[in-house]
């Protein structure tokens, strides 16, 4: 059986990347066959065009340029590792894929969702989550976290604008709205306990 295929979705510093190792590691104790990425990375290829993406000297990066990138880097990940591991039956946990293009580029850039949507649609052909859990959270308490986090490098998308972030918690929950069967909505202003067993629920239908 194909295994489920899993993205943990929001702005800077929601949570994603802490909880998703907490649950990772809950279904891995269960013995569920299982497997964490994330995006942009995840594999050689994807990590260095995530340089190329993030570094903060790159100021004069067009919209469009960025916008394939993330599509480049995600193509390469999903046929290099995503699609063979679900394929084997494994389930995939993916810190990130298309929905943070719709919501960064697509919204908060004004490319266009509907047209980001369709490069991606190059990028991924039919692959899309079974189950997205988006954290929500106001971007400037994100971005507080991020900033006293320890070791944590600050990257290019991390300095723009307040205003920039607050269009990117626009665009998710658009995107709530346009897929509420597939993206569920998490409350991620909780304790990191409270969060946790939320998105446990989440998954339990799924993964059990
Ligand atoms: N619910 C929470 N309450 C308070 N602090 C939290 C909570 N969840 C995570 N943190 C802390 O916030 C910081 C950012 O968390 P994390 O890296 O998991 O966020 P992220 O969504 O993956 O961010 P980014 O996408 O910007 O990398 C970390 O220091 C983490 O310990
Ligand atoms: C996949 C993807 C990511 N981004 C942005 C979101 C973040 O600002 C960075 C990734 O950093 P993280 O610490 O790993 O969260 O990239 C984007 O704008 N578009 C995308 O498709």
Redesign the pocket.
Known sequence: MRGKFITFE?P????????MEMVYNYYKQKEVQILSTREPGGIHIAEEIRKVILNPDHTTMDGRTEALLYAAARRQHLVEKVVPALENGTTVFC?RFIDSSLAYQGFARELGIEEVFQINQFAIGHTMPDLTIY?DLDPEVGLQ??N??QGREINRLDLEKLDFHRKVREGYLLLVEKFPSRIMKIN?D???EN?YKDVINQLEALLS
């Open positions: 929001g800077e510093g929601a949570g994603k990347t802490t909880i810190d954290f976290r991020i006293e986090t991620a909780q304790s990191i969060v």
